[in-house]
Every structure is written in structure tokens, then in C-alpha cells.
């Protein structure tokens, strides 16, 4: 399996901008994670899903972050429009499914953003 | 979610067991204790966990004392790779999935 897979690696844009994240979970898995890491507040859950529903999204900063779901298979998480302090790695995590301990995290090589 | 406690960081010789300790006092008796860590750079890799007995796995080993306030997790011949952020994560497992709360962790450097 190939993991976790995120995109892009990197984003660099200016503030004001629309910033869409990408995650493709691992396959069978049915639990995704999206966290976000700062030096200042370290690793952060924003929002999870079981089963392509939003279970608990109590992390999201404001209303201008959102994320989906569509299927079992892809995940976006969405700033409109983006600041400066977004700035940080996001991580994308899946768990559960066949072929592994479904109470382990698996995590993405995250997105480093830079909104200048 | 019962809180952990954890040194800011730790010193290991390359070779040696490199001993990480974990407080968690108000653990309840059916939340797990998990161990993930961070390499520079890279997204966070789990380790072990455990409920009330001492696990074991290809990478380290988790000692969890009999009143369950607290653990230990080891690593029995620490490498240089084995440098990174290690945390310490006590969790209620349910069907609907869980989310891992991550604290400050524990800095391990391993030195030649």
C-alpha cells in the first residue's frame, strides 16, 4: 500500500488566497484525521471522520476553515480566505479497515503552507 | 481524556536502552495508553500501546505499572534514527474511532 498520501507537499501563497489540502486515506481504512503542527501550539486535531462523516470538528480555528469528505477515498480541508498565522505542517491520518490494527494512525508526509 | 506528564527531553547513548517515562495519574481503567513519535520532519509514526500488561513489539517495549499511573516505554538497543519527539497518549477506544491528543512530548536525542 502506498500510505497516506497528501497533496501538494508544499504551498506557498499570499494572504487572502483559497488553500485547498488534499488526503487520500489508505485504502479500507474508515477513520480520517486531519492535525495541524505549530512550534507554538504543537500537533492539533482540526477534525475527524468515521465513515465519511464528520464526528467531531470542535479543532477547527474559525469559520474559515472547512473540510470534506466525499467519499471513503479522498478528503479536503479548505481555508478561504487564508492568513498569515495559518501558517504549518497539516497532517493527514487514517485508521481501521482490513489489514491492520484499526486502532493505529497512520500518518501522511503532511503539507507544509506558507501564506505570506 | 486522563493527562500525561513527560520530561521535555532525554539523553541516550547509541546502543543503550533509552528508558521514557510517562505520568498519567487520572487514567481511567479503560483508557489505553498509546506511544507515537516524530522524526524531523515526517508525520507522526506509532510505537505501541497497552491497556494493563506489559506489551512487546519489533520496536520497543511498554511497561505499564500495576496501578496504572504511569509507564515506561523502551527502547532495548537505541540508533541515532531512533532521534525524535516521542509522545506519550492516553486514549478511550470506541467504535467510532478516536483522536489522538498529543502533548509536548519528550525530545530523545541519541548520540554517537
Known amino acids: 500500500d502506498a500510505g497516506v498520501i497528501q497533496s501538494p507537499r508544499h504551498e506557498v501563497t499570499e494572504m487572502g488566497q483559497e488553500v485547498t489540502l488534499r488526503c487520500k486515506p489508505i485504502?479500507?481504512?474508515?477513520?480520517l484525521f486531519w492535525y495541524r503542527q505549530t512550534m507554538m501550539r504543537g500537533l492539533e486535531l482540526l477534525i475527524y471522520?468515521?465513515?465519511?462523516?464528520?464526528?467531531?470538528d470542535s479543532g477547527m480555528p474559525e469559520d474559515r476553515f472547512s473540510a470534506k469528505m466525499p467519499n471513503a477515498s479522498f478528503s479536503t480541508l479548505k481555508i478561504q480566505p487564508s492568513e498569515p498565522r495559518d501558517s504549518a505542517v497539516y497532517f493527514c491520518?487514517?485508521?481501521?479497515?482490513?489489514?491492520?490494527?484499526?486502532?493505529?494512525?497512520?500518518f501522511g508526509p503532511g503539507t507544509r503552507l506558507l501564506v505570506l | 481524556d486522563a493527562k500525561t506528564t513527560q520530561p521535555t527531553s532525554m539523553d541516550c547513548a547509541e546502543g543503550r536502552a533509552a528508558n521514557l517515562p510517562c505520568n498519567h495519574s487520572?487514567?481511567?481503567?479503560?483508557?489505553?495508553v498509546y506511544w507515537y513519535r516524530q522524526i524531523h520532519s515526517q508525520g507522526p509514526q506509532y510505537i505501541i500501546h497497552?491497556?494493563?500488561n506489559n506489551e512487546t513489539n519489533e520496536m520497543a517495549s511498554l511497561i505499564i505499572t500495576e496501578d496504572r499511573k504511569s509507564s515506561t516505554l523502551i527502547l532495548p538497543h537505541a540508533t541515532l534514527r531512533d532521534t525524535a519527539v516521542y509522545y506519550c497518549?492516553?486514549?478511550?477506544?470506541?467504535?467510532?474511532?478516536?483522536?489522538?491528543?498529543f502533548g509536548k512530548g519528550t525530545s530523545l536525542l541519541v548520540t554517537p
Open positions: 487520572t487514567i481511567s481503567g479503560n483508557e489505553y
Open positions: 471522520f468515521n465513515n465519511n462523516v464528520p464526528i467531531d
Open positions: 485504502s479500507g481504512h474508515n477513520s
Open positions: 497497552g491497556l494493563k
Open positions: 491520518a487514517s485508521s481501521g479497515g482490513r489489514g491492520g490494527r484499526w486502532e493505529t494512525q497512520y
Open positions: 497518549i492516553v486514549i478511550l477506544n470506541s467504535n467510532s474511532g478516536y483522536a489522538l491528543n
